[in-house]
């Protein structure tokens, strides 16, 4: 496949994280005074070629973190470095040919595709918006149908209406990759998928981020999917990321209470695991107004008086594993602190 | 992945207004009222041909005739003049009177409520609050209101119909435009880096344009009547000009001696606005995409 576009440049090598953010912040303000903290604080990094899956409950700010990563959506605070320069800070603008670099798949494949353009149309609009001719941007869009596992000949010329889910989604990816970007944000890609369609294209997404070298942020809620696609987890809890750890560290030992908990509540395919009571109970607070301190306190079994008065740093508590919770924290006044972890 | 679809569904472009036409056929009343607009368009545009008789010829012998009399088929209005040729003829000034305020408003309404509904914030605030002091009022009263401040004539009554159906369309076309931006395919579209010009072409006004002009077709069979009643008032047309508003007008002292007659322009109008209603139902039924 030729591309009509040049490819991005990589400035750092493979050292250099692909992305980092920093201190993400994003409130909605609903009436007056009230406000919701949707992002409220969020720092991650990803390394080149490499997936992070994002995990948690609905509504904890997954999706609204993916907006602002992507710059689609105005931060309050924080800033994204792509490679090493800053990708957006509050109240700059993003350059086109900047803006290429990151790119989205979103969850709901029925409103991310224009029901008046044909796949191809969709597919070849980036490009043709950064200057490549209507002729050869619509070679470019059959070759990534191709790519995507959808032949051209059968599929270019099909509204959305006519096509499956799984074949919608598949659009969606090549639309994104049609800009050659470096960074794929992939919100829920599979959530409305049926499962077997749901395996072939996270088999796709992983085998097209070895083939174009590509660095994922993977967000679900669904932990299988994350366990098979991600190399680093990180878990949102309330706007915030509470744990960071590589894949195989963070389901062989999850520190924070609010991870265990989660994986805990994986439904085992061992019916004689079967487990008897949620483990956790109730809904997420209200994020008009989270709790002091740590937010997860209001659920956890190990809660004490430090936990509402101050909020716990996220901490390293082994290379690469960071954790929010002041158990973790070594003489924090905690009663369990440095046993659990 | 059912990767076997055996109807290879052709793309939206020509297609879809194929479909749209096709499932459009298939209702008989919204069929047989766009022949009824067929009709009264036609016979208005071929006036001068169409008419049995000079529309301003009077004649005192057959003042308020009966409907069937030789020469005056559909009767003769208060002047003998006939009633045919003058509907004929009135058909084209009402509906140029109608459709021209409606379709100038649709240029202006729509770009202010594709504007407010792209922009959001401030901008449509701004817009669409102006916007709702025209809503506060009824429209033939704000209409009637207009067109009194400008004065009589046909073209003061025209700039007065166009100022009441700016609001409305500009408000369709605003909440059609706020929902199709929240679509991901827009997201989508302004992370590709497009200027916005492009992603208003491409993605937005494809999606906002069908609506937009089927909400403006059915405000003609308002428009229609708004403009009579202008003409009726005496705030529009001006007689001699034959205008159904206008007929009806003078007609009126004539409905005990002659009935029939003096109420044919208001069957005129009420047909022809119903017709407009009946056909822009159906193109909407039409256009529905079916998932």
Known sequence: MKAPLPALPDRGGPAQPMLTVNGLRRWFRLDGKRVIRAVDGLDFSVAKGTTLGIVGESGCGKSTAAKLVAGIEPADAGEVVLDGEVFWARGARIGPEARRAVQMVFQDSHSSLNPRMTAAESIAFGPEAHGVKPGAARDYARALLEAVGLPPDRFA????????????????????????????????????????????????????R???????????????????????????????????????????????????ALFASKPSVDPRRRIAAPPIQGDPPDPVDPPSGCRFRTRCGFAEALCATGTPPLGTVAPAHRVACWMTVPRSGHSQAGVAA | MSATVAMPAKAPGTGYWRGVGRRFARQPLAMAAAMVLLVVVLSAIGADWIAPADPFQTSVSRRLAAIGTPGRWLGGDELGRDMLSRLIHGGRVSLAMAIVPVAVALVIGGFLGVLAGYAGGAVNMAIMRVMDVFYAYPSILLAVAIAGALGPGMVNGMVALTLVFVAPIARVAESVTTQVRANDYVVAARLSGAPTSMILRRHVLNNVAGPVLVFAASQVSVSIIAASGLSFLGLGVSPPQADWGLMLSALRQALYVNPWVAALPGAAIFLCSMAVNIVSDGIRRAMELRR
């Open chain 1, 210 to 260: 070895a083939q174009l070298d590509l660095t994922y942020v993977f967000i679900s809620h669904d932990l299988s999917v994350v366990r098979y696609v991600a190399d680093e987890v990180a878990v949102m809890y309330l706007g915030q990321v509470v744990e960071q750890a590589p894949a195989s560290v963070i389901f062989a030992r999850p520190s924070h209470p609010y991870t265990r």
């Open chain 1, 157 to 208: 010329d099909r509204p959305p209406m006519a096509l499956s889910g799984g074949q919608r989604q598949r659009v969606n990816i090549a639309r994104a990759l049609a800009l050659r970007p470096r960074v794929l944000l992939l919100d829920e890609p599979v959530s409305a998928l049926d499962k077997s369609v749901e395996a072939q294209v996270l088999n796709l997404l992983v085998r097209l």
